[in-house]
C-alpha cells in the first residue's frame, strides 16, 4: 500500500464548478499535511497547508480528518487557471511523502 | 524572490555514461534535496542535505550519489547511467523554517538510451 493515495483523475469540470479531491496516507504518526499545485511541465509549489480546524483560502478550502486518515481539497467557482495537478503532501518527523497527484482539468 | 536553477531542462544520455545534474538556489537555504517523480509514482526523495557536505540517503539513492560543496549548491551524480533512471528529475531548497517550504527548481527531463 502505498503511503500517500490519491485518485489521478483526471477530473474534467466546467468553469464555475465545485471539485474536490481526496488523498488518504497510511502513517497515523502523520504530523503535517499539505496540498501542492503543479502545472503541466512546470515545478511543483505550495499551495496551502491542512490545519486540523480546516483552514480556507479563497476559494480554496483544505480539511483534515485523523480518524479517517484523509485530507481533502475543495476548489469552489473553478476557473481555468485551476487546471493543473494537485500533489497530496504528508509529513513526519521532517519525512515528507508525496503523492502521486489528480490532474484537474478545467474547461470553458 | 525565491529561486532555484537546475542546470538543463532536457538532457540525453547514454547507458553507462557519467551524468551530472546541477542544482543552485540563492536563498541561502541549508537545506536541499534531489528527487525524481515518475508517473502514477509521485516524488521521491533521492539523496537530501542539511548542510555543506552533508549527505543523507532518501527512499531510492541507489546508483545515485551527491556533492555539497557550498552551501548554495546541490549535484546529483549518476556514475553510471542505466534506462531505467529516465524521469524528471527534481532538485528543491528549503530554509530555517517548516521543512514542508521547499521551493523547488523547474526540473531537468533525463533520458538514458
Redesign the interface.
Known amino acids: 500500500r502505498k503511503e500517500v493515495e490519491q485518485d489521478p483523475g483526471p477530473f474534467n469540470v466546467p468553469e464555475g464548478a465545485t471539485v474536490a479531491f481526496n488523498c488518504t496516507y497510511s502513517n497515523s504518526a502523520s504530523q503535517s499535511f499539505f496540498w501542492y499545485r503543479q502545472d503541466c511541465r512546470k515545478e511543483p509549489k505550495l499551495l496551502m497547508s491542512v490545519y486540523s480546524s480546516g483552514n480556507e483560502d479563497g476559494r480554496f478550502t483544505a480539511q483534515l480528518n485523523r480518524a479517517s486518515q484523509y485530507i481533502s481539497l475543495l476548489i469552489r467557482d473553478s476557473k481555468l487557471s485551476d487546471s493543473a495537478t494537485y500533489l497530496c503532501v504528508v509529513e513526519n518527523n521532517n519525512d515528507m511523502r508525496f503523492g502521486a497527484g489528480t490532474r484537474l482539468t478545467v474547461k470553458p | 524572490d525565491v529561486k ?1 536553477t537546475q542546470s538543463s531542462r532536457y538532457l540525453v544520455k547514454r547507458t553507462g555514461e557519467k551524468v551530472f545534474l546541477e542544482c543552485v538556489q540563492d536563498m541561502d537555504h541549508e537545506n536541499m534535496f534531489w ?1 525524481r517523480q515518475d ?7 533521492i539523496y537530501f542535505s542539511y548542510d555543506v557536505k552533508m549527505k543523507e540517503k532518501g527512499d531510492i539513492p541507489e546508483g545515485y550519489s551527491v556533492s555539497r560543496e557550498k552551501k548554495e549548491r546541490f549535484s546529483l551524480i549518476l556514475e553510471s547511467a542505466s534506462t531505467n533512471q529516465t524521469s524528471m528529475y ?1 532538485c528543491a531548497s528549503s530554509g530555517q523554517g ?5 521551493y ?4 531537468t527531463r533525463l533520458t538514458v538510451t
Open positions: 532555484v528527487y508517473p502514477g509514482l509521485g516524488l521521491r526523495l527534481l517548516p521543512i514542508y517550504e521547499q523547488f527548481g523547474p526540473g
